[in-house]
């Protein structure tokens, strides 16, 4: 049955995602590593955002952009995972139409505001380490909640031009997407129309988007590295760039894998391979961003201790 709207007379109605194997067994063994991947995704950034909220001692601007971090994360993985879940153990594998362009959306949305976000962190740092007697003044409330409300704008904006492109194509079958959720690069291969001015767009917005933020926080890093030089005493750089490392790590798992995938043609793209990139950056990243980010972060474990109740003293005891 054609549909008379705004996707240029599409009879497509409902897509299969074919996901990651067709093997009953394999897929039940996938069920469980991902589900447990999951789980821990959302007890570690659930864990980092309560743990913020709860200790005073971690109302500063860094600590608040990576509660935002966390938020994004755990609803980055929310988008895709527990439908994935599902589908690895049902034999009906399909995804609305409207679905689709929803998923792809708030995926989208929320992956552009993360970039935007780390961004956002680089400079925070640049701020700490260049002018620590200012830190708390250049870097106050109103400022953190502009470039975190400026991130998201960018990100809810950005999305639909992407998302807008991509379905106004006509869909009128095959409707196997093969992949395991409705990502942009799948989807346009289904297209019965030529894809490409949205190759074209994928690159532009993908060089906004990606390269931009990066630009940004590699410039934020050559200056924090130049007054890391101008520490004399060894401990204090390597303090001073302990503070670095977590992000640096996080923001190359995260925009690396994002870069390869949407700022190269959809003709050179390989099925599997953007699976394996798609579940890095969107599945892998958010597990483990809890991670980095406390095992070299004394804060945090100061404020887990505290929230499970071993007090001060016994605290300096276990150090």
Known sequence: MRRQDWRNDSSVTEFILLGFSRNPRTNWILFFLFLLIYLFTVLGNGLIVTLIR??????????????????????????????????????????????CVVQMYIFLTLGITETWIFAAMAYDRYVAIWYPLHYGVKMGQALCVALAVSSALCGLTCALVYTVFAMNLPYCGPNEI???????????????????????????????????????????YVRIFMAILKIRSPQGRIKAFSTCASHITVVTMFCVPCMVMYMRPGSEASPEDDKKLALFYNVISALLNPIIYSLRNKDVKRAFLKLVGISEDGQKAME
Do not use: W
Not at 186 to 206: W, Y
């Open 54 to 99: 709860v200790d005073a001692r971690l109302y500063t601007p860094m600590y608040f952009f990576l509660s935002i971090l966390s938020v994004l994360d755990l609803s980055y993985a929310t988008t895709t995972v527990p439908q994935m879940l599902v589908h690895l153990i049902s034999k009906k594998k399909t995804i609305s139409y409207i679905g």
């Open 178 to 220: 093969n992949h395991f959720f409705c990502e942009i690069p799948a989807v346009l291969k289904l297209a019965c129309a030529d894809t490409t001015l949205n190759d074209q767009v994928d690159f532009i917005l993908g060089f906004i988007l990606l390269l931009i933020p990066l630009s940004l926080i590699l410039t934020s």
